[in-house]
């Protein structure tokens, strides 16, 4: 994978996890600014990800990994949730699957 890849994986990851942590802290006593602050982040996330030119399944399967990884960190870090040992396996699980998807495939 090319640092671009990389780099493409990594801002929608956080924009996605970015844009839907705001709806949920604004649901949640922090008032609709951050609601639609949030729409506003998922959208730019909607935009990353689609601009790329790559085979869509592809993208989005290996891409899961990524968000799934940032989506268990910001719910530690900044929801303060703890982390499961079934939850690290299950993730150990998505990461390996977006890795088969990422590199498995014949070029």
Do not use: C
């Amino acid at each position: 994978m090319t640092l671009l890849t990389w780099l493409t994986y990594i801002a929608a990851a956080v924009l996605e996890v970015g844009g839907d942590a705001l709806i949920r802290r604004g649901l949640r006593g922090g008032g609709y600014a951050l609601v639609v602050a949030g729409f506003a982040v998922l959208g730019i996330y909607g935009l990353v990800v689609n601009l790329v030119k790559w085979d869509f399944a592809r993208l989005l399967g290996a891409y899961v990994a990524f968000f799934a990884v940032v989506s268990v960190l910001v719910g530690a870090v900044f929801f303060k949730e703890t982390v499961s040992a079934p939850t690290w396996l299950g993730l150990a699980l998505i990461v390996a699957g977006g890795l088969v998807i990422q590199f498995g495939q014949a070029r």
